[in-house]
């Protein structure tokens, strides 16, 4: 006899390869039934078939190419209508590690569709359900490049700059109606993400490099601290809410009549 609690549904994106089917695993261990999204419909067979032999979940796959308007559409329609559904992971996602001017425009604004435009319009398609039920809960996939747009490409690291600060904007605004978000801030994580964006793995210093296993681990041991941001490799959580202090600090300040002297005194 199972004395597993059936958790609800989760939807996850990018759940064809790498952390989403690791994220498809876990959660369909912790009791979750799923709907899967990616393009692959193969490999979300895969891992639909696989999950189902290991744990009494049902699996459902759902092919979509999230920057296809359409595709989009349906995905953001079965979030409005399936009332079972209470956890959204917004995982897909693609990089980018080249410098502005020698990248492809036409692949930057792709990226920003599915890491930016998708996430969004997914969030915002299940939100109002939450609302209404007083539950439910949103991880977002960001990285650790939203804090060091020092690293690989800026259209990158800005995409997951919005992703941290679109989740923290949801958390301001649902928190209060019972609905829980999450941004997880991955730094190097060992998944086809770094082959498709030109840059293999192991040209990075293996000693940065998590497996995708170990980082949903830790993720959702984050979650279930009731984590907003969850940033696994951070040795020292005070170091992410010293940060955030000094952001917060800064909030008086940020509007006034006047603008501050030292502009004057050059005018
Ligand atoms: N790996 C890292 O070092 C790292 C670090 C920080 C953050 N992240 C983030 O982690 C997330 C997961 O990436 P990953 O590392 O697990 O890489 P991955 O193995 O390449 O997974 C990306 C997933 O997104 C899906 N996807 C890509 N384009 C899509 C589209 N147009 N429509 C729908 N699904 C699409 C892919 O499936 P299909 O190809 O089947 O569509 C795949 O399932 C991403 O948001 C990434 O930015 C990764």
Known sequence: MSLKVHQGKALITGASTGMGAV???R????????????????????????LRASYSVEVTVHAADLTNPTALDNVETL?????????LVNNAGLGAVTKLAESNIN???????????????????IVPQFI???????????????LAPELLNGAYSGSKAYVVNFTQSMHHELADKGI????????????????????????????????????VDAALAGFDLGE???????????????????RKALAPNLSHTTPAERYLSVA
Do not use: C
């Open 79 to 87: 979030l409005k209508t399936d009332q079972d559904i209470n956890l």
């Open 107 to 125: 692949d930057i604004e792709t990226m920003i569709s599915l890491n930016v435009i998708a996430l969004t319009r997914l969030s915002s398609a």
């Open 228 to 246: 907003v941001i969850t940033i696994p490799s951070l040795p020292n959580i005070e170091d992410w809410h010293a940060l955030e202090h000094a």
């Open 27 to 50: 959660l369909a261990k912790r009791g979750y039934d799923l709907v899967l999204a990616a393009r692959d419909e193969t490999k979300l067979n895969a891992v639909a078939s696989q």
């Open 180 to 215: 829980r978000v999450q941004a997880v801030l991955p730094g190097a994580i060992d998944t086809p993400f770094w082959d498709k964006s030109g840059l293999p793995v192991n040209n990075l210093p293996a000693q940065i490099v998590m497996t995708p296993e170990k980082l």
């Open 132 to 146: 209404s039920k007083g539950q439910g809960a949103i991880i977002n996939i960001a990285s650790i490049v939203a």
């Open 23 to 25: 994220y498809a695993d």
